[in-house]
């Protein structure tokens, strides 16, 4: 079994923020492999579907960022998934705009959502597909983060859904050693 998780906010008023760049990679993988969503108590929106002779669930956490932790380890526990079969999608504000990178483990790198999960589940071996969302100051960087995509960075964006989609399958058929030497 394999678990990825788009990182996000709830609401429309952050459908298509910078912040939300893993809801947007989740939704892309659900409606290209057909996944259905399934009923579930874990304040997330959960799909499912099969790939390869795998069950693979597609999870968008319905509590804001800092608290994306306590929705994982429900998943983990209820799917009894060890944190190497858990993928987090996360954007990224020191990579630059739609390029992806992929890592075995490591820190927050200042990430609330990835931090609440390395909190939750008391590990820092979760892998994890960071997208670039491009650089802002810090002392903006809630704003920027929050901010939608400019019309010029749309065929970027679209290129890293299209890439971060192709990862996520290739993490799922092959693992995150080959998903890493192929994109980063």
């Known amino acids: 079994m394999k678990v990825v998780v ?8 952050y459908s298509r923020t910078r912040h939300n760049i893993g809801f947007m990679v989740v939704d892309k993988l659900v409606k290209e492999f057909g996944a259905g969503l399934i009923k579930s108590q874990l304040e997330a929106a959960v799909y499912e579907c099969v790939l390869g002779g795998e ?28 944190d190497d ?31 609440s999960i390395i909190d939750s589940l008391g590990s820092c071996a979760v892998p ?17 983060v929050l901010s939608h995509f400019a019309r010029e960075e749309a065929e970027i964006i679209a290129g890293a859904l299209d890439r971060a989609s192709e990862a996520v ?13 192929i994109f980063n």
């Not at 069950?55 to 060890?82: A, D, E, H, I």
């Open 6 to 13: 788009g990182l996000g906010n709830p609401g429309g008023k």
């Open 55 to 82: 069950r693979v669930v597609f999870v968008k956490p319905q509590t804001f960022m800092n608290l994306s932790g306590v929705v994982v380890r429900k998943v983990v526990g209820k799917y009894g998934c060890g």
């Open 85 to 115: 079969e858990v993928l987090v999608v996360l954007d990224d504000s020191d990579l630059p705009l739609g390029k992806i990178r992929v890592r075995e483990q490591g820190g927050s790198g200042g990430h609330n959502g990835l931090r």
């Open 128 to 144: 994890r597909l960071k997208i670039g969302i491009g650089h802002c100051p810090s002392k903006y960087k809630k704003e920027f």
């Open 169 to 181: 399958g290739v993490w799922c058929a092959k693992g995150i050693i080959d998903c890493m030497n």
